[in-house]
């Protein structure tokens, strides 16, 4: 009986280490495949992104559809929200010269309707100066890891995909497709001195309102010499 008892023993010896192989074999495929799933939602993140860096920002429009899953949907997410944000930002920078009620601010509609003291065009030239105030400053912040960590923080995700996110916003967008602060500048002064040729040409005909008048849609000038101060600028 005891010899029984031994031999019962040594075989259960034997059939122990059978799990134990087959939890590692678990354990390894679950790893191997987990590491599979990240490499595979990190790499297709990089290509939204890169996509993004290619875009062309007067005609592009950003894909919103999400290609990632779980919280790495989540990254993307964010990320093609704040470059569509500052796309449309940086649209409207652009849009300022071709703003319609700008550009027929000497027309001959406005010139009889608001003339000759131009009020409403007058304070819709101070309402623009305002509104590229704002936006010259906001095109200016949000390519500062900063503002861009502020929507971050938003996602209420933890330091592993803070990381990836600041890779595609630094590392990617910063470098190869926000603007710098010189070039926002550059064009809001540009802007800045459009506006300011319109007010001014406002101004003189206000300041000449008993000069000047309008015979048959065409602006006529008591003087040569106010038609030339007109043209010229008009001409700047």
């Known amino acids: 009986m005891a010899d029984k008892r031994k031999k019962k023993r040594k075989r259960r ?3 122990s280490p059978v799990p134990a ?3 590692i074999i678990i354990i390894a495929a679950a790893a191997f495949f987990g590491y599979r799933h990240v490499r595979g939602q990190v790499n297709t993140l990089r290509a939204e992104t890169n996509k993004l860096i290619a875009l062309d920002i007067d ?3 950003v894909d919103m559809k999400l290609y990632c899953t779980g919280n790495y949907a989540l990254v993307e997410e964010t990320v093609k929200t704040y470059v569509n944000d500052y796309m449309e930002d940086l649209r409207l920078l652009r849009g300022f ?4 009620r700008l550009t027929s601010m000497l027309g001959v509609t406005n010139l009889s309707e608001d003339g000759p003291q ?3 065009s007058l304070m819709y030239i101070q309402e623009k100066r ?5 936006l010259t400053n906001e095109l200016k912040a949000m390519p500062k890891e900063s503002r861009m960590m502020e929507a971050f923080e938003e996602t209420g995700l933890k330091r592993f995909f803070r ?3 600041r890779e595609q916003m630094l590392e990617g967008l910063t470098e190869n497709y926000f603007y710098s602060e010189a070039a926002v500048d550059a064009a809001a002064a540009e802007i800045t001195s459009y506006l300011e040729s319109k007010e001014a040409v406002l101004q003189f005909l206000k300041e000449n309102s008993d000069s000047w008048s309008l015979k048959d849609g065409v602006l006529q000038f008591k003087s040569e010499e106010l038609l030339a101060a007109y ?3 008009t001409s700047s």
């Open 231 to 233: 043209q010229a600028l």
């Open 13 to 15: 010896k034997k059939r």
């Open 21 to 23: 192989i087959i939890i």
């Open 97 to 100: 010269r071709n703003d319609q």
């Open 130 to 134: 305002v509104a590229l105030y704002n």
């Open 163 to 165: 990381d990836l996110y």
């Open 118 to 120: 131009f009020k409403d």
């Open 59 to 61: 005609n592009g429009a």
